[in-house]
Structure formats: C-alpha cells, structure tokens
C-alpha cells in the first residue's frame, strides 16, 4: 500500500513526476506553511496536517463567501464549493 498524500508518509521521490502530472517531488514530513492571497494581502499559517479538518477553518476564517479559490488538486481542498467557495485547480 502506498502511502502517497499521507501526512506520516515518509519522505520519497515521485518516480516519474512528469508521468503523473501532479507536479509534486518530495514528501515533507511534519510541519507546513499554509497560505491565502489577495492582491498585496498575504497571510500565512503554519499547520501541522494538511487535513481538511485543519484547512478548512482557515479558509472560512479568512477567505470572504463566494471567492474563487485557485489551488492544487490537493484532497483537503475538495469540498471547498459545497462550503461557499468557488474552487478551480491550476
């Protein structure tokens, strides 16, 4: 079983990162830099899961309803339309 997108997986190369097309190389274990922009304007959030249950509270904080959200395909990011937002991936 792979542990590919998991917040304890070990740190790994992609085998073929241009294969796969989602533009990530090696796994990060622990802490993350979280982000939200608007125009100047950028905050940022260290997080120790990048989990839907910890992103999710930041972006309703922060983000105002009804913001286009762009962002990678990353799972935690996925039920961002049914919480207000307008999300599109790069």
Sequence with gaps: MSD??????????????????RNHGRR???????GVKKGMDMRLFVVEKRDRA???PIIKR?????????????PAYRQLNAAGFVYKTL
């Design 4 to 21: 590919r997108g998991r917040d304890n997986a070990a740190e790994e190369e992609d085998p073929d990162p241009v294969q796969n097309n």
């Design 28 to 34: 990060i274990d622990g802490r993350c830099v979280f």
């Design 54 to 56: 910890t992103l999710e």
């Design 62 to 74: 922060e983000v105002a309803p009804g913001s286009v959200i762009h962002s990678d395909e990353w």
